[in-house]
């Protein structure tokens, strides 16, 4: 079993390695070595920090390894350097970053051929390191992605053909729905975060019980029909709506409408992606919206934005047998018929694209697609406990984070789960996230 898991981890690791060089083949080294916008690295950052971040935990912290370059821990540390400063940076060019890249991967896996999977030793119990390094890498080309989305630069970047056209789902055409329906989630407890063992991170565990109250929840995500009809309302320009710090920064931005949309001129819109411009699908969940925006849109609709408890319990608690679910659907891992991930479309599918996808309330597409805000902040769970460094979670807790769940279209399948748990500041945008509203009352 050792020498299985350890093929399929070398699989896992070389497959995430070929996902970073697709995503970067199709640009020129200007494009690669540019900072695009000051809230994103220059993609040669993010490549380099791939790397030294292997080199950490895959050489040095399994095999006592020297450093490659002492001078690389300083120049990729991401505390050390804020987005903003990183182009100023005596950064690897591309050639000297792929070689280093290499290099490591190289020796990461010889090493891996004769270390032991020992179950005692917390880093290596079930190939933890292993799939932590996989799931950063993924990560980070989700990250690189929403660099790309933000580029102003032609050529456009050339978006992958989507595994299903427009409008389709696995090649069917995607079946109508009501995109306002909602589902009654029964009061009661629930297993919330992960369970030992497996790929979480520290931030997800422990697994404890929570009491959740009754409450409503939209069985779609918010669809881009619905977030139009929002500012036609005069959405963006009524404070009833906006909380006091949504207020000041509907002020201080000026927006009036989500990141990437563009009026066509008669009264409808167009969505602008990696520098290409289509009309907007109006069955497509919204993306690129911020947590005051989605709280806005919540208050409008007669609703607010779900706990984490309440979104979780929605996506992963099965009440016939009292279990918590690894995925909505069940135990069967992701694949296209049950979610949009793997960035298999560049964009998010037609509501109602994956029935197959349901959990066991009947809620659809809560993983895949986009991301969704949350009311709550990130903090530890009770009995929380940092592992294997506390730069991951820790120095997060209590600061000015929303938590957002689910995953993106964007996303690859290694981190999408019910218990992952991102976050960022309210006021950003670049996220591929959208919202799905909860309701007090029962469904109407």
Not at 353 to 358: H, I, L, Q, V
Not at 401 to 427: E, I, K
């Amino acid at each position: 079993m050792n020498d299985q898991r350890k093929v399929a981890l070398a699989r896992a690791l070389e497959e995430g390695r070929r996902w970073t060089q697709r995503l970067l083949d199709p640009l020129d080294d200007d494009a690669v070595h540019c900072q695009h916008d000051p809230i994103m690295s220059p993609l040669v950052w993010d490549l380099g920090h791939v790397g030294n971040f292997e080199e950490l935990w895959l050489l040095r912290a399994l095999g006592d390894r020297s450093h490659h370059n002492p001078d690389l821990d300083r120049i990729y540390n991401p505390f050390d350097n804020p987005r903003w400063t990183r182009a100023d940076l005596p950064l690897l060019q591309r050639p000297d970053a792929g070689a280093y890249l290499a290099d490591i991967r190289a020796d990461a896996l010889r090493l891996m051929r004769r270390i032991d999977l020992d179950p005692d030793l917390p880093l290596l119990a079930h190939g933890y390191v292993y799939d932590l390094v996989i799931q950063h890498e993924a990560q980070h080309q989700e990250t690189m992605l929403q660099t790309l989305d933000l580029r102003e630069s032609a050529p456009p970047y050339p978006l992958a053909a989507p595994a299903f056209p427009t409008g389709m789902a696995e090649g069917r055409p995607a079946r109508a729905v009501d995109d306002t329906e909602r589902l009654l989630i029964p009061g009661g407890p629930f297993w919330m975060g992960a369970p030992a063992g497996g790929p979480a991170y520290d931030n997800e565990r422990p697994r404890h019980r929570v009491e959740v109250g009754t409450f409503a929840i939209d069985r779609f995500p918010v669809t881009t029909r619905r977030y139009a009809t929002f500012i036609a309302a005069g959405g963006y320009s009524d404070d009833r709506w906006w909380s006091p710090r949504g207020l000041e920064w509907r002020a201080r931005t000026g927006h009036r409408w989500p990141q990437g949309w563009v009026p066509d001129g008669a009264g409808g819109w167009l969505i602008r992606r990696f520098h290409h411009t289509r009309p907007l699908d109006p069955r497509e969940p919204v993306e690129h919206v911020c947590f005051f925006e989605a709280e806005a849109f919540a208050a409008w609709a007669g609703g607010r934005l779900p706990t984490e408890a309440e979104w979780e319990k929605a996506a992963a608690h099965d009440p016939a047998t009292g279990q918590s679910r690894p995925w909505p659907w069940g135990f069967a891992k992701p694949a296209p018929p049950r979610a949009n991930l793997d960035r298999r479309r560049f964009s998010p599918a037609p509501v109602g694209s994956f029935p197959c996808g349901a959990s066991a309330y009947g809620v659809e597409q809560m993983l895949g697609d986009c991301y969704e805000w949350t009311a709550s902040g990130f903090e530890p769970y009770p009995g929380y406990a940092t592992f294997p460094y506390p730069e991951y979670s820790e120095v997060f807790f209590g600061g000015d984070w929303r938590v957002l769940r689910g995953a993106s279209w964007a996303s690859r399948s290694c981190v999408a789960r019910t218990t992952f748990r991102n976050w960022d500041h309210p006021y950003r945008r670049q996220i591929f996230a959208g919202l799905r509203v909860a309701y007090e009352q029962d469904p109407v």
